[in-house]
T-cell receptor
Framework: QQQVKQSPQSLIVQKGGISIINCAYE??????FPWYQQFPGKGPALLIA?????SEKKEGRFTISFNKSAKQFSLHIMDSQPGDSATYFCAAPRIYNQGGKLIFGQGTELSVKP | DAGVIQSPRHEVTEMGQEVTLRCKPISGHDYLFWYRQTMMRGLELLIY????????DSGMPEDRFSAKMPNASFSTLKIQPSEPRDSAVYFC????????????FGPGTRLTVL
């Protein structure tokens, strides 16, 4: 069973600091790597996604860095704010002969302290 | 748009009972996904539909689970008979262009099987 390995499981960061979450994946059927953000009691919501014809994508304080050769990608949250406290999930496409769908990492619970 | 609508939001039932979860996707979205979220297993895709046709049901845990999409605006996930290990939050999501596209999640149904 293909897996997406996400780390760390939990992260505590001071307000204004940088939060970094990492994901590693196996071979994929197609190139699309999203990050989802989930607040307690809510469904996940897309935060940012990358199609790795580029190695980095930035949207505001959120950046995805992608290393195709290492099969790794990471989420960087700059100037972290208490409102960023949530659970973050990376996802990667499943390998071709197992069907085209996303496999989600186990999630990282981020807490930003004021 | 109201977003993805799920009902009920909470369901408490006894082991052996039939449970039906409902979903209304965003209008115009051709893809509908059913996910299950637990602490142990994280966010798992159960099944997804394209234009009301099931495309991949490899995530459906066993024959007790079934899903239907009779039309573009409605889908059900049924568990019969339910077991305590089915207790989880079930999410429905929809997207306009498929797996490699933004998936919009509903608020989820929290199922408790006693």
């Amino acid at each position: 069973q293909q897996q997406v390995k996400q780390s760390p499981q939990s992260l505590i960061v001071q307000k204004g600091g940088i939060s970094i979450i990492n994901c590693a994946y196996e071979n994929t059927a197609f190139d699309y790597f999203p990050w989802y953000q989930q607040f307690p009691g809510k469904g996940p919501a897309l935060l940012i996604a990358i199609r790795p014809d580029v190695s980095e994508k930035k949207e505001g304080r959120f950046t995805i860095s992608f290393n195709k050769s290492a099969k790794q990608f990471s989420l960087h949250i700059m100037d972290s704010q208490p409102g960023d406290s949530a659970t973050y999930f990376c996802a990667a496409p499943r390998i071709y002969n197992q069907g085209g769908k996303l496999i989600f990492g186990q999630g990282t619970e981020l807490s930003v302290k004021p | 748009d109201a977003g993805v609508i799920q009902s009920p939001r909470h369901e408490v039932t006894e082991m052996g009972q039939e449970v039906t979860l409902r979903c209304k996707p965003i209008s115009g979205h051709d893809y509908l996904f059913w996910y299950r979220q637990t602490m142990m297993r994280g966010l798992e895709l159960l099944i997804y539909f394209n234009n009301n046709v099931p495309i991949d049901d490899s995530g459906m845990p066993e024959d007790r689970f079934s899903a239907k999409m009779p039309n573009a605006s409605f889908s059900t996930l049924k568990i019969q008979p339910s077991e305590p290990r089915d207790s989880a939050v079930y999410f429905c999501a929809s997207s306009a262009r498929g797996v490699a596209d933004t998936q919009y999640f509903g608020p989820g149904t929290r199922l408790t099987v006693l």
